[in-house]
């Protein structure tokens, strides 16, 4: 929903354009996969696309599911970890979504041999398709961190990202709670990450304290066994698998997370974030506050089609 939201604001801006919209896809031996409901857990995942699909039916947004059904003079996406044979022909704008995972082995094995598919990096291997015009970006931090990367830095432009060039909005909610210890839990069990949350847990709480702790379910998390460990580990604790994560940031006075896009807008509000970055580059590769993201991507994407 994060890469869906984003893309609708950008559209916002692109109204005198015919526009048409459509959930995640890939095409060969991943495709197939898709298909048979072996992706599940990725974007590609029927629970996704039935969710993505129901925004932009709610919406009254155009679709063109596989993006197949007309001769597009652009198409803006949120990642070129997977690039379908039939988008590569056209120009393309890429949106960079949010954090970036760390770089393992597997990140410079992707980079190094071109054999091997940048989607088993994960999203650290974002931009390396070099199969897009323009690439924007949420800093001049990430900026910085992709050309190191070996992206083009002629087709990188520092925009910021729709949802997250305007934290400060989250300030004013209606959570119910204040001044409690936030944890966003990640969903790497779900992609077959090894994770010890009874030691996490553990851990948050010695981090708490005396402050109430409040756990946040990613969304792609198991919701009955990851609340029935809290329970067991942290029974103080209050659990929320629904809710806006980014107003519970805005009322808390401590987050921890892993490589979650949410400690951008811990960070962008000046919280104490615990995420394993060093609170410098955290800063660094904060979005632009610019709160006009989406305008800019919409400007970046006229300059492609009229070149």
């Not at 947004?61 to 597009?72: E, K, P, R, S, V």
């Not at 598919?117 to 900026?143: H, M, N, Q």
């Not at 989250?170 to 790497?188: A, G, I, M, Q």
């Amino acid at each position: 929903m994060n890469q869906t939201t984003q893309m609708h604001q950008i559209s916002g801006w692109l109204t005198d354009y015919e526009q048409y919209f459509s959930p995640f896809f890939s095409d060969g031996l991943l495709g197939s996969a898709s298909d048979f409901g072996l992706l599940e857990f990725t974007i590609m995942g029927r629970k996704r696309s039935d969710r993505t699909l129901d925004y932009l039916r709610s919406h009254n947004l155009q679709l063109d599911i596989g993006g197949a059904g007309h001769a597009y003079d652009l198409v803006v996406t949120c990642t070129d970890l997977i690039v379908p044979k039939h988008i590569r022909l056209k120009k393309i704008v890429l949106v960079q979504e949010g954090m970036t995972e760390p770089e393992t082995v597997l990140f410079h094995l992707a980079r190094n041999f071109q054999w091997i598919p940048r989607w088993i990096a994960g999203t650290s291997t974002t931009g390396l398709s070099d199969a897009y015009e323009k690439f924007c970006v949420a800093s001049e931090g990430y900026r910085e961190l992709f050309i190191r990367k070996g992206v083009n830095p002629e087709k990188i432009e520092v925009t910021s990202i729709p949802n997250f060039d305007n934290c400060e909005q989250y300030l004013k909610n209606e959570f119910p709670h204040r001044d409690y210890v936030l944890v966003c839990t990640s969903d790497n069990r779900e992609t077959f990450i090894y994770e010890n949350r009874r030691k996490n847990i553990e851990k948050y709480l010695e981090m708490a304290g005396e402050h109430q702790l409040i756990f946040k379910l990613h969304p792609n998390e198991n919701v009955e066994r990851a609340t029935k460990e809290i329970e067991r580990y942290a029974p103080e604790s209050l659990v929320f698998s629904e809710g806006k994560t980014e107003e519970m940031i805005a009322n808390s006075r401590m987050l921890i997370a892993q490589f979650s896009s949410t400690i951008f807008v811990g960070s962008a509000l000046n919280k104490i974030v615990h995420c394993g970055l060093d609170p410098d580059v955290l800063k660094a590769l904060t979005p632009v506050q610019n709160k006009m993201a989406a305008k800019k991507i919409a400007d970046v994407c006229r300059t492609v089609i009229d070149g």
